[in-house]
């Protein structure tokens, strides 16, 4: 995280509040992944064609009833590891919307202090968004 000379106290802590929580969710989704990789390698499922699915980017491609199977040995793993996300049927998703949310509180407070209506186009363009927070050193 950059160092901003003359950044006050409350920008300088939500963007703590934002490296803090996006390392959280990295960690999760990493733990997440590896569950998934995991699995694969130890059970079989297969896509639609007959093939082996041995990446979780394509465990959408399991006929309905492996993949439900899936997600509950997913969950339960998880859960054995300590990331609880509630139940089969969800993720961690909460992680990545609580970044979201303390990106965009840091975004307003950007424009309290700035002034000017920028905070939409920054919140809801992803070219402008990614650069302000890569600018503000996040």
């Not at 990493?30 to 694969?40: F, Q, R, V, Y």
């Not at 002034?115 to 050193?137: A, E, W």
Request: charge should be negative; aromatic fraction near 14%.
């Amino acid at each position: 995280m950059k160092i901003i000379i003359g950044e006050p106290e409350n920008q300088r802590q939500a963007r703590l509040k934002i490296v803090a929580a996006r390392a959280q969710r990295d960690i999760v989704y990493a733990a997440d992944h590896e569950t998934k990789e995991n699995i694969l390698k130890e059970n079989v499922f297969l896509d639609d064609e007959g093939k082996r699915i041995t990446d979780f980017k394509y465990d959408w491609t399991m006929n309905e009833a492996d993949f439900i199977c899936y997600l509950k040995l997913v969950y339960e793993t998880n859960k054995q590891k300590g990331f609880d996300s509630g139940n089969y049927e969800t993720n961690f998703y909460e992680y990545e919307q609580r970044v979201h949310d303390l990106e965009n509180k840091y975004i307003d407070m950007f424009s309290e202090t700035v002034g000017g209506n920028v905070t939409n186009k920054i919140k809801h363009d992803l070219y402008f968004r990614k650069k302000f927070l890569g600018i503000s050193g996040l």
